[in-house]
Nanobody
């Protein structure tokens, strides 16, 4: 009933920039937090950045000052602007969203996107 679709991944050189977007669609009354995670081969999935409905954000220490998360509540979309990219940023990036389906829903459910590959290499 709810789908998250990511876009914007690809290959970029070290020091370059790349932007990701993730649009939620389906049965949505409101969205609480939206977040980006990443998972590199052989490693656990880790939180990259998170933004709540008020716009407050938090970031992993490894990306502070280089990545910026934002959201467009009217479009149910979250963005991740990545700059000064490093080879260690290479991973599959996933978005998620805590979605409240109706005005009478008791709680939010977390949905995940399918992931998009980001490769930082010369």
């Amino acid at each position: 009933q709810v789908q998250l679709v990511e876009s914007g991944g690809g290959l970029v050189q070290p020091g370059g920039s790349l932007g990701l977007s993730c649009a939620a669609s389906g049965k949505i009354f409101s969205i609480n937090a939206m977040a980006w995670y990443r998972q590199a081969p052989g490693l656990q999935r880790e939180l990259v950045a998170r933004i709540i409905s008020s716009g407050s954000t938090n970031y992993a220490d490894s990306v502070k000052g280089r990545f910026a998360v934002s959201r467009d509540n009217a479009k149910n979309t979250v963005y991740l602007q990545m700059s000064s990219l490093r080879p260690e940023d290479t991973a599959v990036y996933y978005c998620n969203a805590d979605i409240i389906a109706t005005s009478t829903s008791a709680y939010a459910l977390r949905y995940w996107g399918q992931g998009t590959q980001v490769t930082v290499s010369s």
